[in-house]
């Protein structure tokens, strides 16, 4: 399919792929190759198969400016060559693509299930020769491709094998991403755009080859193609054109020059949505029974090349200028001449069937609605809105207009797709009656944005549902109960308000367990801890999907109960993760990072920070990103990792999320725990205040209630002890009064250390707070030194130290060692554990070993191959000194905090 060709002006391109291409027999790499049309992306990929020979398996696929694009079409175009290694996978993979592809019914198949089994199955092929994948003009594949691809691209250096793909710069697309390698390519420079042109075209007159370098400014194609037309362009006016459009008409000018038939083979093919010679040159017979259609001059003028049962434009912007030249009546018939020739594949044929559509039509637009719905049981959501979108333009009825543009705009937002479901949902707003409708276009706005508007918005959620009850959408009153409740716990929790929900939730009868738990920790956080960990204990763990899981996990999280949160959300992770759902996984994770962080099982809380960062980064929700990013920061603070501490608050605060008083609040935790680790106890301590002050954008009463043991621990160090008393007596008095566990041990603490009374303190029982509970000691054992009772300090000093080597929370161990030589006792410095040098996602591997999870049960956990699963353990047991699993079990073991 590639024909071999110099490169010019291209080393710097062609080294970086080449080294990727003889590295491929060790691991695989993604490089992503970005830059305006006509640059050289497709040469360079043309470059990279040339050069890959007979070494590697190609596959490849382009994307096209159609109007539609069947979901995971341009996935299947890769895979269809390495299908026949289907058997190898693991039976729920294989039905997965087969579900995907149309070859089979069966349950809708998340999109990371897929994913999962095209990397899968990718990975077998690429066992008996490297896989070398090209993807050209990603951007205008279908989505779930884009998204599959972009999947792969992230999870690829363990396998053996190449993702190259091309991008226009100037369109969005998920291959964009940070965790993407890209390269962007430059115009050629001067001397490069000589010889290029001087290579192709010598002959030309120096005038016009002036006309032309300048003309071009380096872009390679434009150097190749506009000598062709170097008159049409001279004078005033050549300096005004767009490049891209002289491109267009120098490629138009081309096709003017063939004859009807050839000509009509070109627009059928510029609109059809697959490359199959066979049904291009059927329709094209349809619309010109008369003329036998004709590919040759085509292929000849340069601006087509088949290649056996296939046909492909040369370069997209002679596809895009053919479809420039189609006026709307011969689009739809080339459109009906298309659905005619696909009469036998009806997933295809109703789309061109709705592109040569001139009016409303009822029964296409149904039949639409209905390709939607096969599209979400096929996992492929991104696909359906298109669907969706073009069964309302289509409905005769007003009313399936304005459902089926709700259902494409609230369906866009959870795909993924904000942009579309903007759109979409000013569409919606110009179709709505009062009633129903009206409240639907509500939920819209509320998908859209669910940080502005502050208790005015809360009320008004109130009234959406009390008014949704009384027409009878109590799964809607629902939504609302849950966005306005939401929107107390995360603007401020504590507020008047927060009752308010919870009173409304009850008069209109709500009796699902999960939703009032959420209710009432999102509402009433401070003394809802009792009540909603009995709702917990009313649904067995056999009653609770992974969903409901979460969701009781969310509500003991935010009602300070992190014991049991912790647990739930170990569970939902479980579930969420054996169902494939990336999204909610990415939030799940997070939440169990703050946990683990709360109870002190700070490894775990880290392998969970780490891969809900990534996974968060990859469905694009830069809140949970954010807040994970904090987590990991806080967990580095108290080990004494300063420097990544900082650089992850950086990073949290450079996504700029959602502007919450949560994500605020939680920066400045990190930050006050990096300023204390670094005895800068009174930066320490003005953070904390923050989460105090009313008027500033990081007051939280919850985040502020269970950080006041740093509080009075940093104003005892920097000698603002009637500050933080003042702070804590200002405290609303629900706040003060709170019933939950956490809250009191933090009232407790702060007590013992600000008037150096520890009695009640130590009386309690800590178990469920170990970094608190050492903190303690330490602060008494400090308190007895000071007080010369010197003999009595080194005993809680002691156990202090201890915990905070088991913790790793070095910076408090070292200064426990300070106080224990100043009480008269030798404290040496702990041996260094190996298990400190392992990556978070080593441990989370190590910890799922130890459960008797083999490489492919992790793999399918973690949603990466099972060779980099091997990758990984081959790398730990070196670094353990280890060499056989079961020492790893047992290592894993011991460390389980």
């Not at 138009?252 to 009807?260: Q, V």
Request: charged share 25%.
């Amino acid at each position: 399919m590639y024909a071999q060709r110099s490169l010019v002006g291209r080393a710097p391109e062609q080294a970086t792929i080449g080294g990727l291409l003889d590295h491929a027999p060790d691991g695989g790499a993604a490089l992503v190759i970005r830059g305006a049309p006509g640059v050289g992306k497709s040469a360079l990929l043309e470059w990279a198969a040339t050069t890959a020979g007979e070494k590697f398996r190609l596959l490849h696929a382009a994307g096209s400016v159609t109007e539609f694009g069947l979901p995971y079409a341009a996935l299947h175009q890769v895979m269809r060559p390495v299908l026949g290694h289907r058997n190898r996978l693991a039976p729920k993979y294989r039905l997965a693509l087969d579900v995907a592809f149309g070859r089979t019914s069966g349950a809708p198949p998340e999109e990371s299930t897929v994913a999962m089994a095209a990397l899968d199955l990718l990975a077998e092929a690429a066992a008996d020769r490297p896989i070398l994948l090209l993807a050209d003009d990603a951007q205008w594949m279908d989505v779930a491709s884009q998204q599959t691809l972009a999947f792969l691209a992230r999870r690829v250096t363990a396998d053996r094998i190449v993702l190259l793909a091309t991008h226009r710069d100037a369109e969005p697309g998920p291959l964009l991403d940070a965790a993407v390698p890209a390269v962007d390519i430059a115009p050629l420079d001067a001397g490069s755009a000589a010889e290029l042109l001087d290579g192709a075209a010598g002959a030309l007159d120096p005038g016009v080859r002036a006309l032309v370098l300048d003309a071009a400014r380096g872009n390679p194609l434009a150097l190749l193609e506009l000598p062709r037309a170097a008159g049409r362009y001279a004078g005033a006016n050549a300096g005004r054109i767009a490049l891209t459009a002289r491109l267009e008409n120098s490629f138009l000018a081309r096709t003017g020059e063939l004859d009807a038939s050839t000509t009509t083979v070109l627009e059928v093919a510029a609109l059809s949505d697959a490359d199959d010679v066979a049904e291009i040159v059927a329709a094209a017979a349809i619309l010109a029974p008369d003329a036998p259609p004709s590919l040759d001059p085509a292929v000849s003028a340069g601006l087509i090349v088949v290649d056996g049962a296939s046909v492909r434009f040369r370069h997209p912007l002679i596809r895009s200028a053919v479809l420039q030249r189609l006026g709307p009546d011969r689009r739809r018939a080339c459109h009906a001449a298309l659905a005619r020739a696909l009469s036998g594949r009806p997933e295809r044929s109703v789309w061109h069937r709705a592109g040569a559509a001139l009016r409303p039509d009822a029964a296409l637009a149904a039949e639409l609605e209905q390709h939607a719905d096969q599209a979400i049981r096929r996992g492929a959501q991104a696909f359906a809105v298109g669907a969706l979108e073009r069964a309302a333009q289509l409905s005769a009825a007003r009313g399936d207009r304005q459902a089926r543009t709700y259902r494409a705009a609230a369906l866009a937002y959870t795909a993924g797709q904000p942009e579309n479901g903007e759109r979409l949902r000013r569409h919606h707003r110009d179709l709505i009656d009062a009633g129903h409708d009206e409240l639907r276009h509500e939920w819209l706005n509320e998908l859209a944005d669910s940080d502005h508007g502050g208790e005015q918005r809360i009320h008004m959620l109130l009234g959406h549902a009390e008014r949704a009850t009384a027409i009878g959408d109590h799964t809607l009153a629902t939504d609302f109960l849950r966005a306005a409740a939401l929107r107390c716990w995360n603007l401020s929790p504590g507020r008047p308000v927060g009752k308010q929900v919870i009173a409304v939730a009850g008069r209109l009868g709500v009796t699902d367990i999960a939703t009032r738990a959420q209710l009432l920790a999102y509402g009433s956080p401070f003394d809802s801890d009792g009540t909603v960990r009995a709702l917990i204990a009313q649904v067995p763990p056999a009653g609770r999907d992974a969903a409901t899981t979460y969701r009781l996990a969310h509500a003991a999280a935010c009602a300070g109960a992190s014991d049991v949160s912790e647990g739930l959300l170990t569970e939902a992770a479980d579930r969420i993760r054996s169902e494939g759902h990336l999204h909610t996984l990415g939030r799940t994770l997070s939440l169990l990072a703050w946990s683990a962080l709360r109870r002190g099982s700070w490894s775990h809380a880290v392998a969970a920070a780490e891969e809900s960062t990534r996974l968060c980064a990859e469905t694009r929700q830069p809140f949970w990103e954010a807040a994970s990013l904090v987590a990991h920061a806080m967990v580095a603070a108290f080990r004494g990792d300063f420097t990544d501490a900082e650089n992850l608050v950086v990073a949290a605060e450079r996504l700029n999320p959602r502007r919450f008083a949560t994500t605020d609040a939680v920066a400045m935790l990190a930050r006050a725990a990096i300023a204390s680790g670094q005895g800068r106890y009174d930066q320490a301590f003005t953070c904390l205040a923050q989460l105090h002050d009313p008027a500033g954008s990081a007051y939280h009463p919850a985040h502020a209630l269970w950080s006041l043991a740093g509080l009075a621990e940093a104003a005892v160090a920097c000698g603002r002890e009637d500050a933080a008393r003042t702070l804590i007596a200002r405290l609303p008095a629900e706040v003060r009064a709170t019933t939950s566990p956490t809250g009191r041990m933090n009232l407790a603490f702060a007590e013992a250390v600000l008037t150096d009374s520890f009695s009640t303190a130590m009386a309690a029982d800590m178990t469920m707070w170990p970094y608190e509970r050492y903190r303690l000691y330490f602060a008494y054992g400090m308190s007895l030194r000071r007080g010369r009772r010197v003999r009595e300090s080194r005993d809680h000093l002691r156990t202090a130290r201890d915990g905070f080597d088991r913790l790793g929370a070095h910076p408090l161990a070292d200064r426990a060692r300070t106080e224990l030589r100043a009480a008269g006792e030798r404290s040496d410095s702990p041996v260094t554990d190996v298990w400190d040098s392992l990556s978070p996602q080593e441990i989370q591997i190590a910890s799922m070993v130890a459960r008797g999870m083999t490489n492919r049960d992790i793999a399918k956990s973690l949603f990466i191959s099972h060779r980099t699963v091997g990758s990984h353990l081959y790398r730990m047991f070196p670094k353990l000194g280890i060499t056989t699993r079961g020492e790893l079990q047992r290592m894993a073991a011991e460390h389980e905090r």
